[in-house]
């Protein structure tokens, strides 16, 4: 990294799904915990036009006594012909310069904060420590990370960006958008399936963040009253049964897991994230780079193809897609009790509730209740 030209510098997630690690045009911001709280300074942050607007308003407030707390963050941002560093909270940063190092902590007290300027700067680390050998360069969105390295030297050949101009993305993510907005303004940085539109590789060779599959999704929800997020199209919280406030301004945070699949012989498997369902799965290259999960169920499997069909998050609805299986993917329809055969590649949505059949193996969709953060 030279000088305060953060557009250069490599930035590198550490894997983990403690916190959340977003990169701007000329901002870096880390939140270390998740939380309705984080979900809010992320969407703040999203929504700033630039550096110094960003800054101004993580300023503004931070220092309003009567305004509700954030939650301890690091962000690293150009301004004026400088690097500026905001340290709120107990979140410690490394700051490597020519000529030694410097270590800014937020502090222990509620509402305690630091801001400096910073010259000369080759790295800056916060969070746990990892060999970024091998790691991804995050060029720009926000993924799950429990830490980061600012300025590690450019390595164009391990970099993955958004095709599309930042400002695009952040009016993306700060304004009402549909299913396909909503996961875009929070997509990790991962390896889409061949031919996934608007991305593109800095290089052939593309090397995956190492995060759990469907972690990184961003959604914008509602909490109830009770702090629980839920999809805005609720009419009551899915965890408590609280009713929605029609108007509750809506926030950004993790999507929440998809649901479960109850299977024929009483198994049950929840779906954290994107899931990979099928005979034999475990080689396939989605499931190798982590972006899919693994389910192979117990039990008689032979009717199922080795990589039968997909389950995904499409913003807050879930989508089953069958992957060119032999015995077919079937979804019951009650009104004409009669299972309806799945179009290989046409993803369909899945409802709670719903009953599917993977060949001659049956399950049913079940959502599950939010945890509470």
């Not at 929070?186 to 399936?193: D, F, I, L």
């Not at 805005?232 to 049964?241: E, F, K, M, N, V």
């Not at 299972?339 to 009953?355: H, Y």
């Amino acid at each position: 990294m030279s000088g305060t030209d953060l557009s250069s510098a490599r930035l590198v997630p550490v894997p983990g799904g403690e916190g959340w690690l977003a990169r701007l045009t000329g901002a870096v911001v880390w939140v270390p915990g998740p939380g309705p709280s984080a979900s809010e300074l992320l969407a703040a942050c999203l929504a700033a036009a630039n550096p110094t607007e960003l800054l101004g308003k993580v300023g503004s407030r931070l220092a309003d006594p009567e305004a509700a707390p954030w939650p301890p963050f690091a962000i690293i941002a150009s301004r004026g012909g400088e690097l500026v560093s905001v340290v709120h909270g107990p979140v410690e940063v490394e700051v490597l310069q020519e000529g030694g190092g410097v270590k800014l902590y937020g502090g222990e007290e509620v509402g305690s904060w630091l801001n400096r300027a910073l010259k000369g700067v080759t790295v800056v680390r916060a969070g746990k420590r990892a060999d970024d050998d091998g790691l991804a360069d995050l060029r720009e969105g926000v993924v799950q990370a429990s830490g980061f390295v600012l300025g590690a030297g450019p390595s164009p050949a391990r970099t993955y960006r958004r095709a599309e101009p930042a400002a695009h993305a952040r009016a993306e993510a700060a304004s009402p958008v549909g299913a396909q907005g909503e996961a875009d303004a929070g997509r990790q940085v991962a390896r889409p399936a061949s031919g996934s539109p608007g991305y593109e590789t800095d290089a052939p060779t593309v090397v995956e963040v190492p995060l759990p599959a469907g972690a990184g999704s961003m959604v914008r929800g509602v909490n109830c009253p009770q702090g629980h997020f839920n999809d805005p199209r609720d009419a009551s919280c899915r965890t408590c049964g609280a009713q929605l406030a029609p108007g509750e301004p809506e926030v950004v945070g993790p999507r929440p897991p998809l649901g479960r699949l109850t299977w024929d012989n009483g198994e049950v498997h929840d779906l954290s994230g994107a899931t990979l369902v099928g005979r034999d799965v475990s080689q396939d290259e989605a499931v190798v780079a982590g972006e899919l999960a693994a389910l192979v169920p117990g039990g008689q499997t032979d009717s199922m193809s080795r990589v039968h069909a997909e389950i995904r998050a499409d913003g807050w609805d879930v989508l089953v897609v069958d992957r060119g299986s032999t015995n077919g993917t079937f979804i019951w329809d009650d009104k004409t009790k009669a299972w309806q055969r799945l179009v290989p590649g046409e993803p369909q949505l899945l409802r709670p509730g719903t009953v599917l059949a993977f060949g001659e193996r049956t399950a049913t969709f079940e959502a599950v209740p939010v945890p509470v953060a």
